[in-house]
Each structure stands twice: as C-alpha cells, then as structure tokens.
Nanobody, 116 residues
C-alpha cells in the first residue's frame, strides 16, 4: 500500500523558513519522480515543484522559484521541501504526491500558515 506522510508544517512569520518532509512507503521510492503541491483556502491545488527519481533534475512553479528547494534522500525514502522567504500567500495545506503505475497518490497534507 502506497503511503505518503507529510510533516514539518506550522505557523511562521513572513520572511521565515520551514522544511517539509514526506515519508514514503509501499513502493520503490527511488524509481519515481515526486512532487509537492499545495491548496490554499478556497482555491484549487497548485503544483509547486517536482524532482526526478535520481534527484538531479528539478522543476519549479514561478510562484516559488528561488524561494523553495525540493530534494530527496532515496536511502531514507524521504522527500523534502525547503521553504524560505515565506509570504502570507504561501499559507496552504502542502501535499507530497507521486504518480505510480497509472495512479496518483497524495499524503494527508501538512498545514503551513504564514502570519505575523
């Protein structure tokens, strides 16, 4: 059974930083690209970033480019998202996601709130 468990969210002031983690299990993590998406209140899901299976190729949405960094540790089956220079507009539930054998999988999400 594929499981994705996000952690690391919380309340942070504008300009602050957070590091999200996603623990993966139930599939061969090192073989699949992974992504982060978010959903703000009243809005649809927004793709943020993806990373290829080997970790050497990454992609970012314009809204987070230069502020967020995606990475992975295939030995630990863990995906990360380092978020710097956070803004109130970054407030959302953050999910890690994988597309495996024709199906999409999401975690339960972790809440990030950026507020003073």
């Amino acid at each position: 059974e594929v499981q994705l468990v996000e952690s690391g969210g919380g309340l942070v002031q504008p300009g602050g930083s957070l590091r999200l983690s996603c623990a993966a299990s139930g599939f061969t993590f090192s073989r699949y690209a992974m992504s982060w998406v978010r959903q703000a209140p009243g809005k649809g899901r927004e793709w943020l970033s993806s990373i290829r299976s080997g970790g050497n190729i990454t992609f970012y949405a314009n809204s987070v480019k230069g502020r967020f960094t995606i990475s992975r540790d295939n030995a630990k089956n863990t995906l990360y998202l380092q978020m710097n220079s956070l803004k109130p507009d970054d407030t959302a539930v953050y999910y890690c996601a994988a597309f495996i054998r024709g199906s999409g999988y999401w975690g339960q999400g972790t809440q990030v709130t950026v507020s003073s």
